[in-house]
């Protein structure tokens, strides 16, 4: 990390220079970037924590099967991100199974190109889909996980006291389970700021991502500083949203720690 951090400041004779952070900010392709890796982090990571939260309180009930759902929404933990990406693929290209399924149904003759560079949002909706699906498993493990420690004393207290569902839910549930939430989000969002695979898999360049112009520089220009400039915009992208989500989501020891 030392030496990536020491390209990004560097020419490529070695000497200290800002010219990787230059061409980096002048790239064709930053601007658009860096909004669709903050898009797709803001979209996809509130998304995977409902989903996460839904889910692990459904498995929680002990309801008949849902030991069986646990095994099914983990399967994506079980697959690489780039496999996952091109599992979406085979749904959303041109002749995938959505388009064979619509032409079925008569409600189009030649499907839709959902993934076609003049469709900018489907393009962009099919990602969200794909990486979604694929790391929701990990939020919802981290949050199964905070829900299971959390004593059930507390659950029966409200109960006596004659509260619902959601009144269990939003004064004793989810205050209990920040400490898992804040950790769930904190892990999530520095993964979504490097989104690569999925994109990679279903748009290509046409939906350009921070990680995917590092590896472009990387592995196509052949300029390690350029890369490098990128990934040290990718950790400060993270290290800001971490210190952002510890003060947000800050626990009741962490108060008594900071005062």
């Given at each position: 990390?030392?030496?990536?951090?020491g390209?990004?400041v560097?020419?490529?004779?070695?000497?200290?220079?800002?010219?990787?952070?230059r061409?980096?900010?002048?790239?064709?392709?930053?601007?658009?970037?860096?909004?669709?890796?903050?898009?797709?982090?803001?979209?996809?990571?509130p998304?995977?924590?409902?989903?996460?939260?839904?889910?692990?309180l459904?498995?929680?009930?002990?309801?008949?099967?849902?030991?069986?759902?646990?095994?099914?929404?983990?399967i994506?933990l079980?697959i690489?991100d780039?496999?996952a990406?091109v599992?979406?693929?085979?749904?959303?290209?041109?002749?995938?199974?959505?388009?064979?399924l619509i032409?079925?149904?008569?409600?189009s003759?030649?499907?839709?190109?959902?993934?076609s560079?003049?469709?900018p949002f489907?393009?962009?909706?099919?990602?969200?889909?794909?990486?979604?699906?694929?790391?929701?498993?990990?939020?919802?493990?981290?949050?199964?996980?905070?829900?299971?420690?959390i004593p059930?004393?507390?659950?029966?207290?409200?109960?006596?006291?004659?509260a619902?569902?959601w009144?269990?839910?939003?004064?004793?549930?989810?205050?209990?389970?920040?400490?898992?939430?804040?950790?769930?989000i904190?892990?999530?969002t520095?993964?979504?700021?490097?989104?690569?695979?999925?994109?990679v898999?279903?748009?290509?360049?046409?939906?350009?991502?921070?990680?995917?112009?590092?590896?472009?520089?990387?592995?196509?220009?052949?300029?390690p500083?350029?890369?490098?400039?990128?990934?040290?915009?990718?950790?400060?992208?993270?290290?800001?949203?971490?210190?952002?989500?510890?003060?947000?989501?800050?626990?009741?020891?962490?108060h008594v720690?900071?005062?």
């Amino acid at each position: 990390m030392v030496q990536a951090l020491g390209l990004a400041v560097r020419d490529g004779q070695g000497a200290w220079s800002l010219e990787p952070v230059r061409r980096m900010v002048t790239d064709v392709q930053f601007v658009d970037a860096v909004r669709n890796t903050l898009l797709l982090t803001a979209v996809v990571v509130p998304a995977q924590v409902f989903l996460a939260l839904v889910m692990s309180l459904l498995l929680m009930t002990g309801l008949r099967g849902t030991g069986a759902l646990l095994y099914v929404w983990m399967i994506p933990l079980a697959i690489s991100d780039l496999a996952a990406g091109v599992v979406w693929l085979s749904i959303f290209t041109d002749r995938g199974y959505l388009n064979s399924l619509i032409v079925s149904l008569g409600l189009s003759e030649t499907g839709f190109p959902f993934l076609s560079y003049e469709q900018p949002f489907t393009m962009f909706l099919a990602v969200t889909v794909a990486e979604t699906w694929r790391a929701t498993a990990l939020v919802m493990t981290i949050l199964l996980a905070g829900l299971q420690v959390i004593p059930k004393d507390y659950a029966e207290v409200a109960d006596v006291f004659g509260a619902n569902f959601w009144q269990r839910l939003r004064y004793v549930t989810l205050p209990l389970l920040r400490p898992s939430l804040q950790v769930a989000i904190i892990i999530r969002t520095i993964l979504a700021f490097q989104v690569f695979a999925a994109v990679v898999a279903l748009a290509g360049r046409n939906l350009p991502v921070l990680a995917g112009e590092a590896y472009n520089w990387y592995g196509g220009y052949g300029n390690p500083n350029v890369a490098a400039a990128y990934a040290l915009l990718i950790m400060i992208f993270s290290l800001v949203n971490t210190a952002a989500y510890l003060r947000v989501l800050r626990t009741r020891s962490d108060h008594v720690v900071v005062s």
